[in-house]
């Protein structure tokens, strides 16, 4: 029974139009001391078909994946990679001085810099030793 409703659900879920099933870019975000920086996975896209933009606190990547060639639908075993529009918002957990993001990419990977604020960004206080006279 179990393999049965396995095969099933399987075959129905190939059946399912990646447009309708969605693809989201798994992504990193990662604190250093005066930056964020968020890696971005997506495989075979050109930098030309992506978007970065930031508004407030919140970055945000987007583009649309497409397909590869024409492939007729009755062509098709089956398909799980996905091949529509994607955005991720992601909030940062603090301001950034958009002034100075900067964006990379490399096979498959996006990596964005984002420094933070100068208002958000430790200070180091000098202190200063009195003298007794």
């Not at 059946?15 to 001391?33: A, M, N, S, T």
């Not at 990679?81 to 002034?99: E, G, H, L, N, Q």
């Not at 958000?120 to 030793?129: D, L, T």
């Amino acid at each position: 029974m179990d393999k049965m409703f396995r095969t099933f659900f399987s075959a129905t879920w190939r059946r399912v139009p990646v447009e309708k099933r969605g693809w989201v870019p798994p992504v990193e975000v990662l604190e250093k001391e005066d930056s964020f920086i968020v890696k971005a996975e997506l495989p075979g896209m050109k930098k030309e078909e992506i978007d970065i933009s930031v508004m407030g606190d919140t970055l945000t990547i987007e583009g649309e994946r497409k397909t590869e060639t024409e492939v007729k639908e009755e062509e098709y075993h089956f398909s799980e990679r996905s091949y529509c529009a994607f955005f991720r918002s992601i909030a940062m957990p603090s301001a950034v001085d958009t002034k100075k993001i900067e964006a990379t990419f490399e096979e498959g990977v996006l990596e964005i810099t984002l420094p933070k604020a100068a208002a958000v960004k430790p200070k180091k206080i000098e202190i200063v030793a009195k003298s007794k006279l």
